[in-house]
């Protein structure tokens, strides 16, 4: 052969590439249609029946060279494009989606801006024990300038027998120091039974883990007007968190802040893994302000420090840490609270970071 022929069958090529491109695109531009119908009628986007029946009817139009195999390769990968496109189309629609709204969100907290670009902190006792504990701990706080205090008063607890909490009695006691000192309080709620309840006591309804799927208390809170600390579930994928986050905004209250606490991993040196590039992946794929809790994350407390500076070099709007007055008496994670003297320490190492982050 030639050179001039292989370089007229290749211009063949390249043009029956430009056209097979343009059917594709074409079939695309179908497929994304069918995603919206499919959208609005809540049916599942993947469908191996209807795909099981192209590839035969494709198969029996097949006049070769090309084998059924290969057809059914090819065609397949069609298939899988054209699922993406239909599932990043669902995922952009999302009101927590930044393709949605790409400004920032700014949760405010009695005039305390959480996700204006100056990382937050939370600290405070696992558990709510006494008044007596509570405002020690509230006083170091409001003794650092700082504008916030968590603490559990209803403890969801791996096992029935451990501390589960004083309940409502810990909802008054965190009120109460709130009042005296001028913190705004965050703690858990953990079914929507107790929500309004607990209105009157709280500034921030903190959303745990392991109900970080609990639909009815996710939705319960998409109707309040108070600021949600979401955390990320213990098995929940990124996917996972961001449509329980959709949970709350599609009732009404997109005063979200979502919170990074480790995930389960074959990994036993820390407690939790932390997933730190799921801070990036939250910021990109959401307008939400994203926290880290290091201390469920790592259960220990030597991570505490360099896990807080990892959380705020890649843009975390907010640490979240335990601290306890006598953490050897902890009723709850006696082992990874900082007492009153680490705390101090630890927020100055982290002032000190702070400084010169910025400068750098
Ligand atoms: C399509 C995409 C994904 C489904 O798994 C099946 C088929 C396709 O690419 O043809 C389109 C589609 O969503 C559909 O026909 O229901």
Do not use: W
């Amino acid at each position: 052969m030639r050179q001039s022929d292989l370089d007229e069958l290749r211009g063949r090529v390249n043009e029956l590439n430009i056209k097979v491109l343009d059917l594709i695109n074409e079939r695309t531009t179908v497929v994304q249609e069918i995603g919206k119908v499919k959208e609005k009628q809540g049916v599942n986007r993947y469908d191996p029946i209807r795909e099981r029946e192209m590839l035969n009817s494709l198969k029996e139009n097949n006049n070769g060279p090309l084998s059924n195999g290969v057809l059914e390769q090819i065609f397949k990968g069609i298939f899988m494009s054209g699922l993406e496109i239909q599932e990043d189309e669902q995922r952009n629609a999302l009101l927590v989606s930044r393709k949605r709204k790409s400004e920032d969100t700014i949760v405010d907290i009695n005039g305390h801006k959480i996700g204006d670009g100056t990382p937050s902190f939370i600290y405070g006792p696992c558990a709510v024990e006494s008044y007596e504990q509570v405002l020690a701990v509230a006083q170091s706080i409001k003794a650092k300038g700082l504008t916030m205090i968590r603490g559990g008063a209803y403890k969801p607890r791996t096992s029935p027998y451990d501390f589960q909490g004083l309940g409502l009695e810990g909802l008054k006691i965190l009120k109460r120091v709130a009042d005296e000192t001028g913190l705004s309080v965050v703690t858990e709620i953990i079914t929507p039974s107790h929500l309004e309840e607990a209105l009157e006591y709280i500034d921030v309804i903190q959303i745990g883990a392991r109900n970080m799927q609990n639909f009815e208390l996710l939705k319960e809170a998409g109707m309040v007007k108070k600021p949600v600390l979401l955390k990320r579930g213990l098995a929940a994928t990124i996917d996972e968190f961001i449509h329980a986050a959709e949970y709350i905004i599609s009732k009404g209250n997109s005063e979200i802040i979502l919170c990074e606490r480790g995930i389960r991993t074959y990994e036993r040196a820390t407690r939790n893994t932390l997933d730190i590039s799921a801070v990036p992946i939250l910021k990109q794929e959401t307008h939400l302000p994203v926290f880290v809790d290091v201390t469920h994350s790592t259960g220990r407390k030597d991570l505490l420090l360099p896990t807080a500076k990892a959380a705020i070099a890649v843009g975390a709007d907010g640490v979240m840490a335990e601290v306890h007055p006598d953490p050897a008496v902890a009723l709850s994670d006696s082992a990874q609270q900082m007492d009153l003297q680490q705390f101090d320490d630890f927020y100055d190492a982290i002032q000190k970071f702070m400084k010169t982050y910025q400068t750098t």
